[in-house]
């Protein structure tokens, strides 16, 4: 494991203690890297409604390696209480790594879906301009219904809506934040690692128990 | 750290396993894992497991308790007594919920157990069947891990992951939860093999000597450093290390109430008990130390006091095994990221051989001031009722610090604290963080279960004693020998205490009623004694330590004693009252 100082590497303990880290309240992007384990969602979520902090949004998904889940997370708090809810996140036992980052750090995308009635749409507005303007593109046409679709920014996603309700928005949904981080050069450095951190004896995995001469036998 | 041997089997040659149910896998793995005594109490849902116990009574010692949280609580103080993970098994439903309390108990306390709840059938989950309750997600905040087992083949790692995680790094309650199918399922057992590596569980931080050598650096051009000890030191099998660090360093040492008796009360550095009812020279000269060396200990709000206001002139060194704690409550000037057992020795290797009379006069100083205003009349009064204290000091004088003291919660639990004495290491047994009224009759149960060979004497309060006095029955029937003391103020002090404080002594709903408990000992077959007059003291207390058995005695002591010194909540530890 290296030695330096790097502020984005929780888990190797040498974050810079004692500073006054208090400081504004600013979105921030907490990327969790776990196993794939039932319940784990909800074992990390308490661990911000236990110091009553909002999650603004919340993604899970798969990473860059197989069976490694990722988890985005966005809240709003000071950097100190951040960096507290990361340790706590990273104690549980089925999660590898917490790294948190603002939002200059990281490259991030949400997506939203607006559904308005096909006919006002057509008869109101240029929706050929709409579309160019918003970055946005048609999913769906129907004869009662027309559904677009944008990426961006929480602004982008936003401005389609109060440039769409004039026509009659049906209905709308923005799906919660991913993100890239800028400086990161992936898990699977880190994975082999943890991997090789301490394992006792050759036994690495308890898969089942399976490996005939290292088995207790009755 | 480990705290539990491991007895690792090896087959000697490859076998292909053997038909087995789920429960009886169980049951192999506890044996493997060194178990011996399991607290628990049956139910429809863990039948199966019950069944297959019938045919394990040799080697498994099942104490049936009379309530899922005295079976926990047991669990604890077997966990703390013998260093090893305690075993707890409940049923599924209000047999799980009822180990909610112990589970948090020893989570905040950092008590290795492994709970095994039963469960209704898999197909049935989710259909609010009878006695079906969500306990994964009931339990999650106040476990370290948990695990719901819905088929039999998942047993041998389940419970090798449980017993790996809850003793561990900072050890903590572990619950796994099996539904009946899993119980019953008959399947291929091919052995089990103890857990030692989860990739994503890395349960000590890895040591950096760039900070040992801070913290040495630190330490030997400080004046007027200062040491307190927690639980850590115990946990992690350090008291040798411990001792050798402050012997070397000659840095006066005060402890939290769960690190008592890692070294002896006797010891010349040993100078006190910290935190709201804690010792004068060490909550006072908290803020006059220019080092503070924290060892594994979390600054919990009682040691600590206002945190705004507290050791804001001292450079804190931190050592401890758990990275979140680190700046959690105090901010950390080096932080000793590790296992004490592997840092202490770095750290003693570093600091220079010291002894600081003129500093540790003061803390003498202190102490005789404390003396003075305090001790000596808790101690050893002359005239009116008997105190709480000369209790403590008559039972020291009996068993000079050799046996497992057994708190409650309330005053008994502070004074008990206090005065008694600790000559070994695990002897003092408490419910710190989370002030269980309750835990001490079925912890004491469990503490003698762990330490068979020692005096184990619980000390409970009239409140605290009918929350959990249905363990009289464990008591009876398993005929463990637990000395206990009740210390009847025929109030609940502590509460009254802050009423009479800052309450106006408003005394809303503090005068308990206690039914005749020499009385309701006897129903139960136990010995006992209640005495009112300071001329019974010692001879009591000696017929008790020398029956054969369990022995309650009943002690009536001052209504409205005060425990002091007090740090106020909201103030400051140098503000601590001496009265």
Request: hydrophobic share 40%; net charge negative; charged share 25%.
């Amino acid at each position: 494991m290296s030695t330096e100082l790097n502020k984005n590497d929780i888990n190797s303990k040498v974050l810079p203690t004692g500073e006054d880290l208090g400081g504004a309240r600013q979105e921030f992007n907490i990327t969790v890297y776990t196993e794939n384990q039932i319940g784990l969602l909800n074992r990390i979520a308490i661990i911000f409604t236990r110091r009553k902090i909002n999650i603004d949004s919340l993604n899970t998904s798969p990473s860059e390696i197989e069976s490694i889940h990722r988890f985005n997370i966005v809240i709003t708090e000071t950097e100190e209480v951040v960096r507290k809810v990361c340790r706590q996140i990273e104690k549980q036992v089925e999660v590898l790594k917490v790294y948190y980052h603002t939002n200059a750090d990281i490259i991030w995308q949400e997506m939203a879906l607006y559904k308005v009635p096909a006919d006002v749409i057509a008869e109101k507005a240029s929706v050929e301009r709409l579309l160019r303007e918003n970055g946005a593109r048609a999913v769906v046409i129907r004869k009662d219904y027309i559904v677009f679709e944008t990426t961006g920014h929480r602004e982008e996603t936003d401005n389609l809506i109060s440039v769409l309700q004039p026509f009659g928005l049906i209905e709308f949904v923005r799906s919660a934040r991913i993100a890239i981080i800028k400086d990161s050069d992936g898990f699977n450095r880190k994975l082999r690692e943890f991997e090789q951190d301490q394992p006792g004896e050759d036994v690495n995995e308890n898969e089942y128990l399976n490996q005939g001469q290292k088995v207790f036998t009755m | 750290m480990e705290v539990a041997q491991q007895d690792v089997l090896t087959a000697p040659e490859e076998k292909a396993g053997i038909e087995l149910s789920g429960s009886a896998a169980l049951l192999e793995a506890l044996l493997v894992e060194g178990v011996d005594t399991i607290f628990g109490y049956p139910g429809g849902a863990i039948m199966p497991i019950y069944d297959a116990l019938y045919d394990y009574k040799e080697k498994l010692n099942h104490i049936l308790v009379r309530h899922e949280q005295g079976g926990i609580h047991a669990g604890q103080g077997y966990a703390r007594s013998s260093g090893k993970v305690g075993v707890v098994f409940a049923t599924s439903g209000p047999g799980a919920t009822n180990l909610v309390t112990g589970l948090a108990d020893a989570q905040i306390d950092s008590t290795p157990l492994v709970c095994i709840t039963g469960q209704v059938f898999a197909h049935l989950l989710g259909t609010d069947a009878f006695q079906e309750t969500d306990v994964i997600n009931i339990t999650t905040p106040v476990t370290k891990w948990n695990y719901q087992v819905t088929d039999a083949e998942e047993i041998p790692e389940a419970i090798a992951k449980a017993f790996y995680i809850a003793r561990t790094g900072r050890p903590g309650p572990v619950l796994i939860d099996i539904t009946k199918n899993a119980q019953i399922q008959k399947f291929n057992f091919k052995g089990y093999t103890p857990c030692n590596h989860i990739r994503s569980y890395r349960p000590k931080p890895i040591v950096r000597p760039q900070f040992i050598e801070q913290a040495a650096k630190v330490i030997n051009e400080a004046k007027k450093p200062f040491i307190l000890w927690g639980q850590g030191v115990l946990l992690g099998s350090a008291e040798q290390e411990f001792k050798a660090f402050v012997e070397k360093s000659g840095i006066p040492a005060a402890w939290t109430i769960l690190g008592a008796g890692a070294i002896p009360t006797d010891h010349p550095l040993n100078v006190g008990m910290l935190g709201m009812h804690g010792n004068y020279g060490p909550n006072v000269l908290t803020n006059e130390c220019d080092v503070l060396i924290a060892i594994g200990m979390r600054f919990d709000d009682r040691v600590t006091g206002r945190l705004d206001k507290y050791a804001k002139q001292a450079k804190v060194i931190h050592l401890d095994i758990d990275p979140a704690e680190i700046d959690k409550n105090v901010k950390t000037h080096v932080p000793v990221w590790g296992d004490c057992k592997e840092t202490l020795p770095l750290l003693t290797n570093l600091v220079e051989a010291k002894q600081h009379t003129e500093w540790l006069a003061k803390f003498n100083e202190f102490t005789r001031q404390e003396v003075e205003a305090v001790i000596d009349a808790e101690l050893h009064p002359t005239s009116g009722e008997m105190t709480m204290g000369e209790v403590v000091d008559q039972l020291n004088n009996l068993t000079n610090g050799d046996a497992i003291i057994v708190t409650d919660v309330g005053q008994h639990q502070m004074v008990g604290c206090r005065y008694a004495k600790f000559n070994k290491t695990r002897s003092n047994i408490t419910s710190g963080g989370l002030g269980t009224m309750g835990f001490a009759l079925p912890a004491a149960i469990g503490a003698k279960f762990g330490a068979q060979e020692s005096t184990v004497v619980a000390i409970i309060g009239d409140g605290g004693f009918q929350m959990t006095l249905q363990e009289l029955g464990t008591i009876m029937q398993s005929g463990v020998d637990v000395k206990i003391i009740i210390l009847n103020n025929r109030f609940l002090g502590m509460v009254r205490q802050w009423q009479e404080l800052f309450n106006e002594r408003r005394y809303s709903f503090v005068d308990i009623q206690s039914p005749d408990f020499v009385q309701v000992a006897k129903g139960y077959g136990i010995a006992g004694k209640c005495i009112k007059e300071r001329e019974e003291l010692q001879s009591s207390l000696k017929e008790m330590l020398d029956h054969k058995g369990s022995f309650l005695l009943e002690v009536f002591v001052t209504k409205e004693n005060n425990v002091f010194p007090m740090v106020p909540q909201g103030c400051s530890v140098s503000e601590i009252r001496l009265k």
